[in-house]
């Protein structure tokens, strides 16, 4: 029988996760047991990790669980695992489906999938064109809003984790850019979306669980600043994603800026002053600032992959 709506997500489509893991620890199977309640099939994708036998225990346990595991054999970025796992996935069925993306260090609640379909679902019964559905919240931060259109809560650049993808989409826009290899890489299919007038819903009152950064304690000159009579803190990134910040930074404004100057000026001013709270608080400032200005030198050059491995023998010294 023929689905009245081809758009719809639901109507018993199946709806599948997609779970990117690099050295992944016991949390991964927890993630993947709650995800196998929810959706008709999980595929983990482990990105080269380089764990030894302690990786292979934990994806052989994933494997006994009931998912399907793809090896890349080494670390080909964020995009790549993305894109390997959701190949994977459309494998699983011939029915056209909805894919979910999660991070291994994700935590879902129960009825969480639901809530993304029936939310995507109400979209196209409103008539708007669906390109991805997104959590309200993240770590129970509210994520950025674009207000709503004909009762549908609509998002600006979502995170990659815990976003669900209808089939529909997947297969107007193409798969994650590749070069990026990670950072910006969610914000970059995002802005395709947007550039194919594809709408991003939020699922009203959804959470997910996700780590967003590191907190470092704060210091100057040595001391740590305290306030309140608490040490004060930052949230800082791992040390060698402030080359592939600011080097996609520099790609985003390449393919999007043109179109779109104001959130270009926007996002860049945004990346601009977290990197001088980097390098005003964080430690390590002279090789955070090196490391920095080694990705905007190569994001100038438009290069992509990678970081170099100078680069990131310099992002590895590092204090966190």
């Known amino acids: 029988m023929t689905d009245p709506n081809p758009d719809a997500v639901s109507s018993n489509r199946p709806v599948l996760a997609v779970v990117t893991a690099f050295n992944p620890s016991v949390a991964l199977v927890t993630l993947c047991e709650g995800l196998l309640e929810q959706t008709d099939g999980v595929v983990v994708v482990d ?3 380089t764990g030894g036998t ?15 595991v793809v090896r890349t054999g080494h670390n080909r970025g964020i995009a790549a ?26 935590i879902v609640a129960s009825g969480y999938i639901d809530a993304l379909v029936d939310a995507a679902d109400d979209a196209v ?7 991805m559905v997104a959590p309200e919240r993240v770590e129970g931060v509210p994520q950025t809003r674009r207000g709503e259109l004909r009762g549908v809560a609509l998002g600006a650049e979502p995170i990659q984790s815990g976003l669900l993808l209808p089939e529909s989409a997947l297969s107007r826009l193409g798969p994650f850019l ?17 550039s194919n007038g594809l709408e991003t819903v939020v699922a009203r009152e959804t959470s997910l669980g996700h780590a967003l950064g590191t907190k470092t304690a704060v210091s100057v000159l040595g001391r740590a600043v305290v306030v309140k009579g608490r040490p004060a803190s930052i949230t800082l990134s791992a040390p060698f994603r ?6 996609n930074r520099c ?8 179109a779109h100057p104001a959130w270009a000026a926007k996002e860049t001013l945004l990346d601009l002053r977290h990197f001088l709270i980097a390098l005003a608080l964080g430690p390590s400032r002279v090789l955070r600032a090196r490391v920095i200005l080694a990705g905007l030198g190569d994001g100038v050059r438009g290069r992509g992959g990678r970081i170099p491995a100078g680069v990131e023998a310099l992002a590895r010294r590092i204090r966190r």
């Open 251 to 258: 790609a985003m404004n390449r393919l999007f800026g043109r």
């Open 125 to 131: 019964a409103a008539g708007l064109p669906v390109g």
């Open 54 to 68: 302690a990786v292979d225990t934990i994806l052989s346990e994933c494997e006994a669980l009931g998912c399907v």
């Open 242 to 247: 402030y080359y592939y910040l600011a080097r």
């Open 178 to 194: 590749e070069s990026l290899f990670i950072d910006c890489v969610d914000t970059e299919y995002y802005m395709r979306a947007r």
């Open 47 to 49: 990105d080269g990790s």
């Open 81 to 106: 695992a993305l894109n390997r796992g959701v190949t994977a996935a459309r494998s699983m069925t011939p029915e056209p489906g909805s894919i979910v993306t999660f991070d291994q260090d994700s």
